[in-house]
């Protein structure tokens, strides 16, 4: 039952025709407006590497480009604010943190020598979604597939870089003076989501960042004494698997459950049918005031001279059938327990219920409509 809806925005819209009931469903399968999220993950690459930018200068120690560089897995965290403007688009700023990325190659001059770097990361983008449940609403189910792209900006840290550099006979270990660059970014990738309740979300997604460039300073400290050097760069491309939490604000307005209008009167002695209906919320079983009401117009029409009555619950396509049953059963026990405290009695009540089965207004399986959330009441 727990599928994301869409906020129709002011109040609920009553459908004429299964057309039109399709259509809007479709549109209305998540909450529009403003959401926030929080992230959580892991980011790794292969792919980094240490370039001297004057190998050739007297000042350069490293010589040239690291081969066979390597990057460390490092945790990745974050979150953003944005918003769903329809079924197929989103946007969101996010602000992630790689707190400690090492990264470590072996200098082509030197290949027994370990070059290391410890990055940070601050990277702060505007990213854009097509999920494709706006296409196919019920393709996936409740699952919410969805493609991603983003440019923004990465603040690189190189400030904790520590090198063993081959200097003759010998090998000197020390670090560079640090410095810190924020550089163009962009990222591409794919994920699902998954709703945990109409508002809150559980997301998968791989992202792939291109960080730009991290540079080291102009000086090399070793065994307390410190000599100018050529700047070292690096660049940084990074594969990121984040997990996450995104929470819509937006919501359906319930609609107001109004009592079907009566039915004309009978042209010969044969008694009219009389139907009345008793909507309910979204996975609920209980009465609203609305609901209250016409149990309480039921019971008097019974009163009037009815000599039995008929109460059959149902519920909307969303959620399984074994759910939706018990969920009928539910919202037809509250419906005849009211007419009993009304003073119907219990002998003269007739009840079933059907799930998923007769929908008032017909939709795809798997859609929320607020019509087929009901209880008729005949007699």
Do not use: C
């Not at 390597?70 to 996010?94: C, E, K, L, Q």
């Not at 609403?137 to 597939?145: A, D, S």
Request: proline share 7%; glycine share 10%.
């Amino acid at each position: 039952m727990k599928t994301i809806h869409g906020a129709l925005i002011g109040g609920a819209f009553l459908l004429a025709t299964a057309s039109t009931s399709f259509a809007q469903s479709a549109m209305s399968w998540v909450p529009y407006g403003v959401y926030v999220r929080g992230d959580l993950g892991a980011a790794f690459g292969t792919d980094a590497k240490f370039k001297d930018t004057a190998p050739t200068s007297p000042s350069s120690f490293l010589g040239t480009t690291t081969l066979n560089s390597t990057v460390d897995t490092s945790v990745i965290f974050g979150g953003g604010i944005g918003y769903r403007f329809n079924p197929m688009f989103r946007s969101d700023f996010t602000l992630d943190y790689i707190p400690s990325h090492n990264v470590k190659g072996h200098d082509s001059l030197a290949p027994t020598v370990t070059n290391s770097g410890n990055v940070s990361s601050l990277v702060g983008m505007l990213n854009g979604y097509l999920d494709l449940n706006g296409f196919a609403p019920t393709l996936f189910g409740p699952f919410q597939p969805y493609l991603q792209a983003g440019v923004g900006f990465a603040n690189n840290d190189l400030s904790r870089t520590n090198i063993s550099l081959a200097a003759g006979p010998f090998v000197a270990a020390g670090s560079y003076s640090g410095n810190t660059d924020t550089d163009f970014a962009w990222g591409a990738g794919a994920g699902v989501g998954y709703p945990v309740t109409p508002n809150l979300t559980l997301d998968l997604g791989y992202k792939y960042l291109d960080l730009g460039e991290m540079r080291s300073g102009t000086s090399f400290t070793a065994a307390g004494f410190t000599v100018p050097v050529t700047q070292i760069k690096a660049d940084l491309h990074v594969h990121t698997v984040m997990i996450g939490l995104r929470w819509a604000f937006g919501a359906p307005a319930a609609p107001t459950p109004v009592a079907a209008p009566p039915a004309p009167p009978p042209a010969a002695a044969v008694p009219a049918q009389q139907m009345f209906i008793v909507f309910f919320e979204f996975d609920k079983s209980a009465l609203t005031a609305d609901g209250r009401k016409v149990v309480d117009a039921a019971a008097a029409a019974f009163k009037s001279g009815k000599s039995g009555i008929a109460i059959s619950g149902y519920t909307d396509l969303a959620g399984t059938q074994q759910y939706n049953l018990a969920l009928s059963k539910r919202r037809a026990d509250t419906v005849k327990a009211a007419l009993v405290r009304d003073g119907v009695p219990v002998s003269a009540i007739d009840e079933s219920w059907h799930g998923k089965e007769n929908p008032r207004v017909p939709t795809a399986d798997g859609v929320r409509e607020p019509q087929n959330r009901r209880v008729e009441i005949t007699m």
